[in-house]
């Protein structure tokens, strides 16, 4: 525990923040709503790329709930879970290689494979909590303007999203068991992002964006009942496969 604190020393105000900038994003949005749904028509004609002007057409279609889940899970859990990612986990075992601080870690009678773990379920914690606390929020705020939102739909829309998250911690964490930068892990991460958001706004290869899979329109299928579970299976296979090859190189790293 005393290894776990030392780690998370500096999680706790990124935590904080994350909580605060994504509750705080959801609130403006949901308080937005009666003007974007009045002015619907004026703004759909300002959006420049045919993936957005798709996601317009989800909330013309649909209203209120697709609305939300762009603005809830497609932007501001994947933007600022993104960064939460990025920052709580490029240090996994990137920073006690960037601090020269390793051989004191592996002193410990603590194997490598629970540092590795215990971080990374921390890690998941951190980012995936705030997921949930802010999702459910938008239950109780939604009749200010007059909208209702199921508590099943929101936490399996949350779950989902978490799924997806919770493989973006992952990946990080085996970039930072290979890394001897603590923050190079979460700049390969942003940088993978930003450029799978650039493939989703070109028509021709947006099917190979992962944005693609968090979409609106994955939400509304959702909401209809029908969950991804090809999908949400490729999460967490693919959690699986990257969680066994950080601890895989983290066990023959020797700093």
């Known amino acids: 525990m005393t290894l776990l604190r030392h780690w998370l020393r500096d999680g706790w105000w990124i935590l904080l923040g994350y909580i605060v900038i994504l509750e705080a994003a959801l609130v403006a949005a949901i308080l937005y709503w009666p003007k974007f749904r009045d002015n619907m028509p004026a703004i759909a004609k300002l959006v420049p790329f045919e993936s957005l002007q798709r996601l317009m057409d989800s909330v013309e279609v649909a209203g209120y709930w697709p609305y939300l889940a762009v603005q809830q899970w497609f932007k501001g859990c994947s933007l600022f879970g993104l960064a939460a ?3 709580l986990t490029s240090g996994v075992v990137a ?9 004191f870690l592996l002193s410990r009678p603590v194997s490598r494979s629970r540092i590795l773990l215990t971080r990374w379920a921390a890690a998941v914690v951190l980012v995936v909590a705030p997921v949930y606390l802010t999702s459910i929020t938008a239950i109780w705020i939604s ?8 508590w099943g739909e929101v936490l399996v829309s949350s779950t989902y999203m978490s799924l997806f998250l919770v493989m973006l911690v992952t990946f990080t964490a085996m970039i930072s068991a290979m890394s001897s930068h603590q923050m ?6 942003i940088g993978f992002i ?12 947006d099917q190979i964006s992962l944005f693609k899979t ?8 959702i909401r209809a009942g029908n ?6 299976g490729s999460f967490v296979l693919a959690t699986i496969l990257m969680l066994l090859s950080a601890l895989r190189i983290f066990s023959r790293r020797d700093f």
């Open 85 to 87: 990612a990025a920052f």
């Open 95 to 103: 920073r006690d290689a960037d601090q020269k601080t390793a051989e």
């Open 214 to 221: 968090v979409d609106v329109w994955v939400f509304m299928d």
């Open 143 to 150: 009749p200010a303007v007059d909208e209702q939102l199921r």
């Open 194 to 205: 930003l450029l799978n958001f650039a493939f989703y706004l070109i028509q021709e290869i």
């Open 184 to 189: 190079r892990a979460g700049i390969i991460l």
């Open 227 to 232: 969950f991804p579970w090809i999908m949400s």
